[in-house]
């Protein structure tokens, strides 16, 4: 079983950068796609962006478009989520995930959640005005 740790989360003003970082163990990271959710209190976890596992394709939620960037390097088993210009109803738990199957890819649209069997446990993101 995969295990992912994320790591980067915190306090920053409205305005600000930070960058999340998704370390997978195991050695079969680079055949996975993964993808970036998030859960803001009271309200359901939401898709905010997700990467093929070459890197070649991204997709992203329309609220972060042109503000939050996914790549991943794969000789570090690591994906992450560069944030700029946040804002505070950014402010969320973020999770990576891993699709549940290898070289698999949502073509249109949002990637239901249910493709993704493992999950991190979440970095907390506070966006203050």
């Known amino acids: 079983q995969v295990q992912l740790v994320e790591s980067g989360g915190g306090v920053v003003q409205a305005g600000g950068s930070l960058r999340l970082s998704c370390a997978a163990s195991g050695r079969t990271f680079a055949t996975y796609a993964m993808g970036w959710f998030r859960q803001a209190p009271g309200k359901e976890r939401e898709f905010v962006a997700y990467?093929?596992?070459?890197?070649?394709?991204?997709r992203y939620a329309d609220s972060v478009k042109g503000r939050f960037t996914i790549s991943r390097d794969n000789a570090k088993n690591t994906v992450y989520l560069q944030m700029n210009s946040l804002k505070p109803e950014d402010t969320a738990v973020y999770y990576c995930?891993?699709?549940?199957?290898?070289?698999?890819?949502?073509?249109?649209?949002?990637?239901?959640?249910?493709?993704?069997?493992?999950w991190g446990q979440g970095t907390q993101v506070t966006v203050s005005s």
């Open positions: 990467i093929s596992w070459s890197g070649d394709s991204t």
């Open positions: 995930a891993r699709e549940s199957a290898p070289y698999s890819w949502t073509w249109y649209g949002q990637p239901p959640q249910n493709r993704f069997g493992s």
